[in-house]
């Protein structure tokens, strides 16, 4: 397929950028160790709450940490003309975005596999279990098609770190919702069809934006 | 030079005083029917007492805020189909008015709460679903004027304005699956032990339609107000093109 | 099904100062944006005209 080979060629140029420079990954999983302590103490995570708010505060580091990665990722991107390079070249608008969307999810999954131990240890709770991958898994390929979306527009404007939150979070609330209850159940031993109907949101709600994404990326970077 | 007083300004109305105003008369007279009706005519709540008649409005004012939503949506698809600038003007302006029908709708329903439920908020479908509304009115908002140029906040925007309705649905049936896991012990807010009388059915419906004209009516004020700043706009860059 | 608590402690007459507010506020916010957008537009025409003016003035007219 002619989408295929641009796409893979995007993913690989930025994540080897990525990779070499390493600060980018190094902050980024500092800053989800930060939110889980001040989490930890916000909320008060005494030892017989932990199994209680532990998916929350993953979560809601795994969102922080995400809508950060972007942001520094989308104005290093503009501050090297990386996108401007993209679009005068023949490839399409939808590799582009898939090209950069992969690149965001490949980089957070990274973050989250570093960070994933230490909350185990931290937070107390198992995440040995199949179904807590695929959960993280989906819920971050929904934070990286969305968030993707978003940056290209919001690295554009003249507050850039306060638009791609605004933008952000209310959109994917379903997803930070649903991801939540999923993991708590994930958690706690759950199969898949243990998980309920959570599981299928993420999944029904990434099909959706993968496929209205791409098709309004291409106003948003037009000249 | 044309005379700014009669000025054919694009993406207007057309002949702008006599539509508006008529629109205001119009307005006028159905908010003063309504207010008759509301406070004369339906019939008190047996269990809610006086206070209900707050429903009259925070309801119309609710579901309105959520139409204009849709008004929004649409105009923004048809201005990246056309990029016609009338339908920017129109998606602007909705979504100008429509963010003040939301926090009305949110502060009637915070006021509505308090006597009724003894809470001030809650975390249900209804009332969590208009705050992200309002939430993404607001990012809407804000995209267009934190944009580098016009144009691209128009196009921004647009793309808020879609990306924004179809998630609202999303929103409002996660937190529905989410309260049924973690309920609280009240009762959405149109839910009344009276079940809705004939009366009140009917005054809501005519306050609704109220409010629709009042929405119209304030879109467009709104739209001559845009076209006001386009002018201001062309003759600042005249005056500056002369060199004054 | 009556899954609904009646607050026994909120007697439906002292709930009218909720009444009052809630009207209160929502003419407050309907017409203090209507006043906004309309003193906006006086003032932009306001400024429209005195260009307009110095426009005319112009000597360097084309």
């Known amino acids: 397929m002619g989408l295929l080979g641009p796409v893979m060629i995007i993913v690989w140029k930025d994540v080897l950028l990525e990779l070499r420079s390493r600060d980018l990954i190094i902050s980024v999983v500092v800053f989800g160790l930060l939110v889980v302590v001040v989490f930890n103490f916000a909320l008060n995570n005494t030892p017989g709450r932990s199994e209680e708010l532990a998916p929350g505060i993953l979560w809601a580091a795994f969102a922080f940490a995400a809508v950060l990665a972007m942001n520094r990722a989308f104005v290093r991107d503009q501050e090297q003309g990386g996108l401007e390079g993209l679009l005068i070249s023949p490839v399409s608008r939808d590799a582009i975005f898939l090209g950069k969307a992969l690149t965001s999810l490949i980089f957070m999954l990274l973050v989250e596999a570093a960070l994933l131990p230490i909350y185990a240890v931290m937070l107390d709770f198992s995440a040995l279990s199949w179904t807590l991958m ?21 690295v554009q404007t003249r507050s850039r770190e306060i638009m791609l939150p605004v ?57 | 030079m044309a005379n700014t007083q009669n000025l054919e300004l694009p993406g207007s109305l057309g002949r702008f005083p006599s539509v508006k105003t008529s629109l205001a008369i119009i307005t006028g007279v159905m908010m003063l029917v309504d207010l008759y009706l509301i406070f004369m005519v339906a019939p008190t709540d047996s269990v809610l007492g006086h206070v209900q008649r707050v429903f009259y409005f925070h309801v119309p004012i609710a579901i309105m805020s959520f139409l204009a939503f849709f008004a ?53 479908p209804r009332l969590t679903t208009t705050m992200i509304l309002w ?37 409002y049936y996660s937190v529905v699956w989410w309260r049924s896991i973690h309920p609280s012990p009240v009762v959405g807010p149109f839910a009344q032990s009276d079940s809705l009388d004939g009366t009140m059915y009917l005054i809501l419906l005519y306050s609704f339609i109220t409010f629709i004209f009042f929405f119209i009516y304030m879109v467009a004020e709104r739209m001559e107000l845009r076209s006001t700043e386009e002018a201001l706009g062309r003759i600042r860059f005249t005056l500056r093109r002369r060199g004054r | 099904m009556l899954d609904f608590i009646l607050l026994s402690s909120h007697l439906p007459s002292s709930n009218l100062p909720y009444l009052f507010a809630a009207f209160a506020v929502s003419w407050v916010v309907l017409f203090g944006y209507l006043f906004y957008v309309n003193r906006r537009q006086h003032e932009m025409k306001k400024e429209i005209a005195r260009l ?11």
């Open chain 1, 167 to 223: 933008l952000f979070f209310p959109v994917l609330l379903p997803v930070i919702i649903a991801a939540v209850e999923a993991s708590t159940r994930a958690v706690g031993g759950e199969t898949f069809i243990g998980l309920g109907r959570w599981l299928p949101l993420i999944g029904v709600f990434d099909a959706l934006f993968l496929v209205i994404c791409p098709w309004v990326f291409a106003f948003v970077v037009e000249e």
């Open chain 2, 72 to 124: 929004v949506f649409i105009f923004s698809l048809m201005y990246l189909g056309k990029r016609t600038p009338k339908w920017d003007a129109i998606a602007h302006a909705s979504a100008e008015v429509g963010v003040v029908f939301v926090t009305l709708a949110l502060l009637t329903g915070i006021i509505w709460a308090r006597p009724v439920w003894n809470t001030w908020w809650t975390w249900e």
């Open chain 1, 134 to 154: 695929l959960t993280i898994f989906l819920g971050t390929l929904g934070f990286a098609v969305v968030g993707t979306l978003f940056s290209a527009m919001a």
């Open chain 2, 135 to 171: 939430l993404i009115y607001v990012a809407y908002l804000m995209v267009r004027s934190y944009a580098p140029t016009q144009s691209k906040g128009a196009i921004y925007a647009a793309v808020v304005g879609i990306v924004g309705f179809i998630d609202v649905p999303i929103v």
């Open chain 3, 52 to 62: 307009q003016r110095v426009l005319d003035d112009d000597p360097s007219e084309e």
